[in-house]
DNA sequence: AGTTCATCGACAGGAAAACGACAGCTCGCG
DNA sequence: CGCGAGCTGTCGTTTTCCTGTCGATGAACT
């Protein structure tokens, strides 16, 4: 039915027997503009499904009673071809499921990071919209991001980027050019309940720098301003953190967190 | 994306009575931009060939009711050409299949891995569109794979591939150059069913390195980094990964899974 | 100047991948 | 029908390198 690039929003359905979990799912995919409800229990999974059509579905294989995996089963008996998006324990039923991605349906690991959440569901919906393949790619200034390949590159040059640096950067240059706090990015780059409160973001955008600014000794902080707004103001200080590659991209706004953009202002 | 010549989509009708199954292979085939409706049962078949009329047809000759031959039968004697794939169990039929595959149609045996099926698929499509059948050879940098004859050379050089490789490093080249994970690759190669939750893809891709990347002490890392994007900074020392054939062509993607491409740069 | 916030080098624990070695199987050949 | 070769997958070890913590240095704001 209803496809990813269509102008319709995006249906989606949440099963997870833990509230605070499904509620988070739903509520960042509502952010991000897409239609969400949740159900908690297979049961409800199913009725849900039926009356609400969703385009793409969440679905926790570990649920008390009606398991995620006889949700499955009676979602595509009923002749339903939606997308599906399992979540598993860490070790759990891990093995069970890799059998069950072959179709379109993906699957991930809790506790998982609600961007790559979103990331998997944007693709799967990419993917099961037809002809599947346009590709995804992220571009900023000369900065772009190619989803399917992850190659990252600044102009010509190719980066190298860990993990976890990628994941960052994609959130930044996905909400560019708006501001976000070092909070926003622990949030939803990090796995839910990460309690580890330090500096890992201001790290990572640190190596990121390093990387994709081709500055060395950078460190040309100017984005500055002080609130959010960010505001026209900052360059000021000359150096606009050319490294070798151009412009800087990612800034820092102190007091709030970090923005990826070209320089305006 | 896969060209057969086909402009249009291809059509394929699937039949077997066991809904997951069917389910699967449509799932698959739409994923390659097919269009694709499915039947469970002799009777639905005849009924949905009729109306759909399909370019290739997957039938599997274990149906409850009116059974396999009797529903080629009645396709032929429709006046029907439409190739078909047939899918017996491990030890039925298997001898009197042979019988039917004259026509150009072909069969498999049940569990099948589905890489395996559409690569079938793909080959009985290339035979019936016509006399002049264009060999399907996938290429990437100097290593070419010929799927009629089975050929894999790397420049000049003819590797020679165990059953398994081959169809690990088809499913790479094909969608080639992006990232697949290892569940990926173990969803599509391996025989559905395949719990073994297990290092074997690391296994393969580690033979297949030392085979095709003429890796002798290889190890040598280096496409292999960080995420996605792998590349160029790796250059610059010297080994290029090369062996003694040109660039490292099998790529790690830590963290996410396995890529073949020019490094490129 | 003092205080707060940010950058980044260095290090250690640990997760992921590579790979050698071995055993069960299949299949072809004698 | 039995033997042997090659293919596969499991185990366990080694290697690689990603990640987050600490702490010292440096800017910016008041």
Redesign the pocket.
């Known amino acids: 039915m209803q496809h990813y690039g269509h102008v319709e929003k995006v249906r989606l359905l949440v099963v997870d027997d833990d509230p605070p979990i499904a509620d988070l799912v739903a509520t960042v995919a509502r952010y991000e503009g897409w239609e969400a409800v949740t159900a908690n229990s297979g049961e409800e999974a199913l009725r849900r499904a039926a009356e609400f059509h969703p385009d793409i579905v969440v679905l926790d294989l570990m649920l008390p009673g009606l398991d995620g995996f006889a949700v499955l089963d009676r979602l595509r008996l009923s002749g339903t071809m939606v997308p599906v998006v399992f979540l598993t324990a860490r070790d759990g039923v891990a093995d069970r499921v890799a059998g069950l991605t072959r179709g379109g349906d993906d699957y991930l690991v809790k506790p998982f990071a609600v961007e790559e959440l979103m990331a998997r569901l944007r693709t799967v919906l990419r993917r099961s919209a037809g002809p599947a393949f346009q590709r995804s790619v992220l571009a900023v200034a000369d900065l772009t991001m190619d989803e399917d390949t992850r190659e990252v590159r600044r102009g010509e040059r190719l980066l190298t980027l860990?993990?976890?640096?990628y994941e960052v950067l994609r959130y930044l240059m996905r909400k560019s050019p708006t501001v976000l706090t070092?909070a926003q990015i622990l949030d939803h780059v990090?796995e839910y309940g990460?309690g580890?409160r330090?500096?890992?973001v201001?790290?990572?955008?640190?190596r990121l720098?390093?990387k994709l600014d081709g500055?060395g000794?950078?460190?040309d902080?100017?984005g500055?301003?002080?609130n959010g707004t960010d505001g026209s103001g900052t360059d000021g200080?000359g150096g606009d953190g050319a490294g070798r590659d151009g412009p800087q991209l990612i800034h820092?706004v102190?007091?709030?967190?970090?923005v990826v953009r070209q320089v305006a202002g």
């Open positions: 860990t993990p976890t640096e070092k990090w990460f580890g330090s500096n890992v201001e790290l990572v955008i640190s720098r390093r500055d000794d950078g460190t902080r100017n500055t301003d002080g200080s820092t102190r007091g709030v967190g970090y």
